[in-house]
């Protein structure tokens, strides 16, 4: 090879590897449940006010975590015991984050069709959740509709809570390295 073909093979190498390092594994844990507590706020919402992105994939198109490595395996379980808390859904799925974007957004929704909306990342020099998913107990009696629509910056490998008064998420975020 000539000199200059090896600094185009060689430039080509870095560009490749930049791509690479500016995207970003991680492991992405939700639970999701339902409170039976007092509170005295008035919710009138009946219909669905989620602000769909223009593209959102099912979750099951991302690689699965197995329950064994699921971080909130023991707060899901502590839950699933109290009488005030019915939990809804445990997941956890990998998703790549490029650097300086919005990672795709992923459609939440329990196999009773209690839960529906969206979760999504935004990584700059913070990362943050995005949560547009709402909870409706009653969904074939045209009950009302309860909405947690939120982001919030977050850190990495720790358990975060995003409240409702009717509902509440416990979310994860761990790289993988």
Known sequence: MK?????????????????YAAERLYQIELVVFSQDTPNTEVFEQTESL????????????????????MKLQGSYAVLSRQQDYQTLMHV?????????????????SNAARTIDGFFRLQRG??????????????????????RLNEKRRFKLNETHYLDHPKFGILARVSPIN
Not at 52 to 64: D, S
Request: a negative charge; one cysteine or more.
């Open 3 to 19: 000199i200059r073909e090896w600094m185009v093979f060689f430039i080509l190498c870095l560009l490749a590897i930049n791509s």
């Open 50 to 69: 989620i602000e769909w992105p223009g593209k959102v994939y099912e979750r099951l198109a991302y690689k699965q975590v197995s329950r064994e490595l």
């Open 92 to 108: 956890a799925w990998i998703q790549s984050v490029k650097a300086n974007s919005m990672s795709s957004a992923v459609q939440m």
């Open 125 to 146: 020099n913070l990362i943050n959740m995005i949560v547009d998913i709402e909870y409706s107990p009653d969904r074939y009696q045209d009950g009302v509709v309860y």
